[in-house]
């Protein structure tokens, strides 16, 4: 039996938890759903289809400051701030980033290998 022309099963969706949220990453895209307390401090949850992201970055969490993994689409500012007048340009704020902890370190960066792989694979001509 011929296994080449078999069509790949899809993988089933990975899940990541950060600070006030999970990222659900699918084959087409990533799914960020706030808890309850983050949408009452009026973050949004967000899909973001990897059609549409530029280039995914993060910055890994230290003692003092969380870290972050960022989808950054054309609508996104270049670089995310602290602060800002408008809160979509925080890396808070954003609703397409996701913040991690320092007892979360591990888990923001295999996200932020397992979110570069999957674009990369769905975009094949992108590069970093």
Request: net charge positive.
């Given at each position: 039996?011929?296994?080449s ?6 993988s ?11 990222a ?7 799914e ?26 993060g910055k ?10 960022h989808l950054a689409?054309?609508s996104d ?9 408008e ?17 979360q ?24």
């Open positions: 039996m011929n296994l022309k078999m069509p790949r099963p899809e089933a969706p990975q899940t990541f938890k950060g600070y006030s949220a999970v659900t990453l699918h084959a087409d895209r990533v960020i759903r706030r808890n309850r307390i983050a949408k009452l401090a009026g973050h949004k949850d967000s899909i973001t289809y990897f059609a549409n992201i530029l280039k995914p970055h890994p969490p230290n003692r003092l400051v969380n870290g972050y993994v689409t054309e500012p270049p670089h995310l701030r602290t602060a800002a007048r809160v979509s340009k925080t890396w808070i704020g954003n609703e397409r980033s996701i913040l991690f902890t320092w007892n370190r591990d888990i923001q960066v295999k996200f932020l290998a397992a979110v570069l792989t999957a674009w990369r694979q769905a975009s094949p001509g992108r590069e970093e």
